[in-house]
């Protein structure tokens, strides 16, 4: 049964959950396109990561981070994690009746727009490519397209490291992305939030003509597009608040998602939800 | 406020907690030091992994792990993980009263034994090395020890990545292992339970003169002693069992603990704690 949310307002936030750091880029970008919106963020951190954990497991996970989103009064739900929605976007759409929407299917589409010789490649967390979304979503657009997919559980312990062009980082692209360039894939999905950190360490190994596709700007245009089609983007003209919150130490968050954004993160609060 | 146990029996089981499978590596000590008892782990692979955590999450949790194997009936309860140990085995003790012990002590005082030239390296998860908890270990034992720390966040993915011999984990290794080798250490506390899969490239990358310690055996034979100085010994001779607990799926848990352990696992169930 859903949880009712009769006070889906116009003034409402844009909701956006990840399991930690990563989903910031994805809140930059909808922050960018929505300069008027309110966004409170939530980061997993006690819980992170999620991608090599269990699909029920994740979907339950992402259950609880949307309720508590939900109980903020938000008016759109953004599921940032490619692990969570890959496991939990249908239950959290059958759940609630804010209106919801993952990465994912986005840059799904942009990718099969994007190629030219029908070969795409796809990287994420075990649990991500182990669903099989990312095919699913592109053969929705193109079924002719051929999809190649690799799981990369390393590139977030580095990225987390911030050993973002060490000689470690080249040779694990070079063992995990060597297929891949070997299928002649054209286009490259970086279908996990973390990945664009190592964007140029990837780029140097699948070389230029391969083109990068990220979760971000597509996610932040179809939100833009879904609220405007909705009726629901706010036309007051005003300074708007962004919030995070997570699930560990916010200091810890700050510090990390500052490192990782390059710019400041006010009003980090602790919720506690993950014990 | 203890949670009383007026049930503490000879013939209960020996619990056992980690955040993963690493603990078993622990477990399967204890279970062939002490070849009667029962023994019952939980891995909360739901939460994992622990190491970047927060004190006051990872404390938490802790609390949760020890809460439900108590309610089984455990006549003693091990704190298999190191990060789990440092951050809450004060926690833990105050708040149960079955008798508790944890890794971190047995084998800071063998390295504090083990060492000839009064330099001992630790390595383990960053929050581990933030608490201190091994330098404050073996000064309790000789002061006169100098304890050189450094955190090894990657060793873990690489463990569970199965990459025990390649050349990124040698590159790893040197990285982060060389200030250690520089302070001319004569002994490394292994203070992680994964790092034990990575000996062969820590000790060829620290030569072969550094005595490596880790924690399963001094753990299990603190165990041992202290069960019989007791007198809570089972002497029963009968066949004994081994039950596994975790808070994700069972499936993959028995998969990277078979790997990782070399012998099957029966008994693996899911308990719903972390949710």
Known sequence: MKEKNNHISQNGSIGVFDSGVGGLTVLREIARALPNEDCVYLGDTARLPYGNKSRDTVTKFALKNSSFLVSLGIKFLVIACNTAASAGLDAVKESFDVPTTGVIKPEARRAATATRNGK??????????????????????????????????????????????EDVTRLVAERYLMDLINEGIDTLVLGCTHYPLLKKVITET?????????????????????????????????????????????????????????????DVRHVDIAV
Chains 1, 2 share one sequence.
Request: glycine share 8%.
């Open 206 to 266: 699948v070389g230029r003509d391969v083109a990068l596709v990220d979760s971000a700007v597509p996610i932040a245009r179809e939100v833009k597009d879904t609220l405007k089609s909705m009726g629901m983007l706010r036309d007051v003209n005003r300074r708007r608040r962004l919030t995070y919150y997570v699930t560990d130490d916010p200091k810890i968050f700050t510090q990390v998602g500052e490192s990782f954004l390059g710019f400041p993160l006010d």
């Open 120 to 165: 795409v490649g796809v990287i994420g967390t075990r649990s991500t490519i182990a669903s099989g979304a990312y095919e699913l979503a592109i053969h929705q657009h193109d079924s002719g397209i051929t999809v190649h997919s690799r799981p990369c559980p390393l590139f977030v312990p580095l990225a987390e490291e911030g050993w973002f062009e």
